[in-house]
T-cell receptor, first 114, second 109 residues
């Protein structure tokens, strides 16, 4: 078990460009979550999947954000037409489900939009 | 929706005991979690409470009162390595975990 893996670790892009991040969850986990975190704040929920189904998406998430988990394993998060306000750490987490499920987080992808 | 409040910062000295409080307002409460996050690292799980009372795990304990919408994390015998952000998170039934803004704890010698 190698834990939750995210890549890239860092991404620098220019405003208006599209970016895509990848998350590989712990292999037996059927739930996968995306969060965004800025300095001094807690993780902000974006969306989550159970297997390949996207069950919930934050109302704060604009249409420029889209996430997929096509085969119920890895997931991608795409941000189109990036803005400077998108600069943040994007965290992925996975869990095995259940009411007391612990989320296991990846190390995140730090996005800087110039 | 949910509202989770915790102090922004706390300081303490090595060997001391510190209590980090968390209050929440939510509908359909389905559990409260505490996570620890060192600077530049991912959050890691500390504790889970779904019933009222105290859960003890080594130097860390967590308490929950559902009627008061209140929890605390108690850290005993503080060590320098306990300097970190402590995140309170609440789950409503059928939804993802929602985090508070975190409490930054600084432990000095």
């Amino acid at each position: 078990d190698t834990g939750v893996s995210q890549n890239p670790r860092h991404k620098i892009t220019k405003r208006g460009q599209n970016v895509t991040f990848r998350c590989d969850p712990i292999s037996e986990h059927n739930r996968l979550y995306w969060y965004r975190q800025t300095l001094g704040q807690g993780p902000e929920f974006l969306t989550y999947f159970q297997n390949e189904a996207q069950l919930e998406k934050s109302r704060l998430l604009s249409d420029r954000f889209s996430a997929e988990r096509p085969k119920g394993s890895f997931s991608t998060l795409e941000i189109q037409r990036t803005e400077q306000g998108d600069s943040a750490m994007y965290l992925c987490a996975s869990s095995g489900g259940g009411a007391n499920e612990k989320l296991f987080f990846g190390s995140g992808t730090q996005l800087s939009v110039l | 929706g949910q509202n989770i409040d915790q102090p922004t910062e706390m300081t303490a000295t090595e060997g001391a005991i510190v209590q980090i409080n968390c209050t929440y307002q939510t509908s359909g409460f389905n559990g409260l979690f505490w996570y620890q996050q060192h600077a530049g690292e991912a959050p890691t799980f500390l504790s889970y409470n779904v019933l009222d009372g105290l859960e003890e795990k080594g130097r860390f304990s967590s308490f929950l009162s559902r009627s008061k919408g209140y929890s605390y994390l108690l850290l005993k015998e503080l060590q320098m390595k306990d300097s970190a952000s402590y995140l309170c998170a609440v789950r409503q039934a059928g939804t993802a975990l929602i985090f508070g803004k975190g409490t930054t704890l600084s432990v000095s010698s």
